[in-house]
T-cell receptor, first 115, second 114 residues
């Protein structure tokens, strides 16, 4: 099973709203990622969690707040977003570790629209 | 810094024909991995194929194969017997070791015509 699930599939929110994106994997992977992707562009890395600890924050604005409650779950809390934050948000996971397969598996994404 | 370059914004291929997508990368590392991901209109990112830098043998997955030229830092993807379902954006990606960030190229849009 190489499935990463994400909810919701679509989200429309106003600039004053607070919402959360959820991601789940049951592959025993110890690294999880959030990416932002604009149309016709490659994904841009936002955050990396390794063994449930935040290991990389790519200078993402504080209106995006990641959380990793356990090794299978990853959340992205959204608050006071701007219209330019509208994008596809992708979650991914990988096994990582010396000698481990290094490929990342992606979820289907959440299409976010900020109005 | 590592960079990944895909110089073909779009490639068109007829059904049952073969198309080759190019990718070059720049690195001074010896331990790295290269990937091709496919993103169809649904926008689900799907891993197509993986190549370890230390392996000389080119990776193959069914109709998909790569030509890995380590000295030239080239990693092209060949799609044989193209099918309508192969129509998608294809991203080449690089990862240093087992822990590094995944770096993507700009993508190549593959159009398959009947």
């Amino acid at each position: 099973d190489t499935e990463v699930t994400q909810t919701p599939k679509h989200l429309v929110m106003g600039m004053t709203n607070k919402k959360s994106l959820k991601c789940e994997q049951h592959m025993g992977h110890r690294a999880m990622y959030w990416y932002k992707q604009k149309a016709k562009k490659p994904p841009e890395l936002m955050f990396v969690y390794s063994y449930e600890k935040l290991s990389i924050n790519e200078s993402v604005p504080s209106r995006f707040s990641p959380e990793c409650p356990n090794s299978s779950l990853l959340n992205l809390h959204l608050h006071a977003l701007q219209p330019e934050d509208s994008a596809l948000y992708l979650c991914a996971s990988s096994q990582d570790g010396k000698g481990a397969p290094s490929e990342q598996y992606f979820g289907p994404g959440t299409r976010l629209t900020v109005t | 810094a590592q960079t990944v370059t895909q110089s073909q914004p779009e490639m068109s291929v007829q059904e049952a024909e073969t198309v080759t997508l190019s990718c070059t990368y720049d690195t001074s590392e010896s331990d790295y991995y290269l990937f091709w991901y496919k993103q169809p209109p649904s926008r689900q990112m799907i891993l197509v194929i993986r190549q370890e830098a230390y392996k000389q043998q080119n990776a193959t997955e069914n109709r998909f194969s790569v030509n890995f030229q380590k000295a030239a830092k080239s990693f092209s993807l060949k799609i044989s017997d193209s099918q309508l379902g192969d129509a998608a954006m294809y991203f080449c990606a690089y990862r240093r070791g087992s822990w590094g960030k995944l770096q993507f190229g700009a993508g190549t849009q593959v159009v398959v015509t009947p």
